[in-house]
């Protein structure tokens, strides 16, 4: 069983910046790919970026592209997003989610999740 867990929502201001954190853990060491999601009211769940186990490979939403960052931690269990220049359309609650194998923005392709984590961006 591997334990997901967000960390780092908040409310900001338009422009602002936030920083999420993702713990993707189980028994052993294994690095596990990891894809950053939100979900905002009356909406579908919806990919935000993604890395690979190895970190060679990183994925954005064309949403995210030039704002949002996603990258690995010194303890290769952590994942960061930070989100830059954020936008009131950010408002959402944002998951983590991890597998084994290749980086993918399909969720259905993702079997462990986080609880999520509320991102508020006023205007």
């Known amino acids: 069983q591997v334990q997901v867990a967000e960390s780092g929502g908040g409310l900001r201001q338009a422009g602002g910046s936030l920083r999420l954190d993702c713990r993707a853990s189980?028994?052993?060491?294994?690095?596990?790919?990891v894809g950053w999601f939100r979900q905002a009211p009356g909406k579908d769940r919806e990919f935000v970026a993604g890395?690979?186990?190895?970190?060679?490979?990183?994925q954005y939403a064309d949403s995210a592209k030039g704002r949002f960052t996603i990258s690995r931690g010194d303890s290769l269990d952590t994942v960061y997003l930070q989100m830059d220049r954020l936008k009131p359309d950010d408002t959402a609650v944002y998951y983590c989610?991890?597998?084994?194998?290749?980086?993918?923005?399909?969720?259905?392709?993702?079997?462990?999740w986080g609880q999520g984590t509320q991102v508020t961006v006023s205007s």
């Open positions: 890395i690979s186990a190895s970190d060679r490979v990183r």
């Open positions: 189980g028994y052993t060491s294994r690095v596990y790919a």
């Open positions: 989610a991890a597998r084994d194998g290749r980086a993918t923005s399909s969720a259905e392709n993702y079997p462990w």
